[in-house]
C-alpha cells in the first residue's frame, strides 16, 4: 500500500513540474520581427508588388498569426491545464489583441477609403467584425477561430491592392488617415499609462470636466477619488501594456514604411522614430521571476512605473506627431 501512495505521490509531483516547465514555455513572449523585410519576404513568395500598405497590412497579419500561432496558442479561452491557470500571456495576448482591432478598424474606415463618402472594402468591411468577438469565447464560434477568419479576409485584400490591375483596392497613405488611427492609439496609451500608475494607489483630482465651464456629465461624481490596482491585478495590466506596446511597435515600424513621404514633408519623420524607440524600451527582459510592485522611491523596483514613464513618453510623443500631421 505504501508504495501504491509513493507512486501515486510520484505521478502527481510529475504532472504538477510537467505542466510548470509547459506553462513557463508558454509565457515566452514571441520575439520582435523585422516588418519590411518580412514584408518583401511574403510578396516574393506569392508573387505580389510591395505596393503601398503592402508592409502595413501584411504587419497587421504577421501580428495577428503570431497571436494565434506563437507557442501554446492562443491561451486567453483555455479551459485546461495549465493555460487555465495561467494569466500573464493571456493578458498579453489581450494587449496586443487590443492594438490589432485599433488598426482593422482603421484599416476599414480610413486607409482603404479615399473620402468619407467612398465606399468600404469589402474583405475589410467582413473581417473587421471577426476580430470583435470576445477574447474567452471558446465554445462556437470561439475567439481564434474569428480571429483566423478576419485574418483570412485581411490577407484576401492583402493580395487585391498589390494587384495593379484591381483600381478597386486601395491603401491610402495619407496624412488625415494616419492621424486618425494614431488618435485612437493614443487613447489606448493614455490609459494604460494610468492604470500602470495605479499600481502605488494614488489620490486623483477629478478633472473629467476641466477644461469646460459649460460641460456637464450624466451623474455627479466625487472631486477626488483613490485610485489603486488590485493586488492580483498589476501583473496582468503589465503584461497587457507589454502586449500593446509590442504590438504597436510593429504597426509604427510599418507605418514609417508606408507613410515616409508623407511624414517627411510634415518633417514628423523623427517624432516617429522617437516613438519607436520608446517602445522598443518597454520590450527589454524583465529579469526578475515576478513583476516587482515596490513604492515609489522604496528599496524596491516598480516595474509598473517604468513601464509606466516609457508609456507616458511614447503617448506624449504620439499626440505631438498628430499636432505635426494636422498641420498644413
Known sequence: MGNHTGKIISGIIAVILLGYVIAVYWSVEPDQFDVVAAAKADAQKNGNTLVTGYVTTHTLIK?????????????????????????????WEYGALEMTRDLTLSMRKDFSRSQSQST??????????????????WMWPSAEGEYQKGNDLLRQYLTQISDNSNRDSQFYARADNLRAWLKEAEKRMGSLSQRLSASVGQDRLNTDLA?????????????HNVVKTSWWKIDDVFYEARGATWALLHYLKAVEHDFRPVLEKKNALVSLQQIIRELEATQETVWSPMVLNGSGFGLVANHSLVMANYISRANAALIELSELLAQG
Do not use: C, R
Request: glycine letters at 4%; a negative charge.
Open 120 to 137: 468600404e472594402h469589402p474583405s475589410l468591411k467582413l473581417a473587421q467584425p471577426q476580430f470583435n468577438i470576445s477574447s474567452t469565447a
Open 211 to 223: 477644461g469646460d465651464s459649460a460641460a456637464d456629465q450624466a451623474t455627479s461624481a466625487p472631486s
Open 63 to 91: 501580428v495577428t498569426d503570431t497571436l494565434l500561432n506563437k507557442p501554446g496558442g492562443y491561451l486567453s479561452n483555455d479551459m485546461m491545464p495549465p493555460s487555465v491557470i495561467m494569466d500573464n500571456m493571456p493578458a
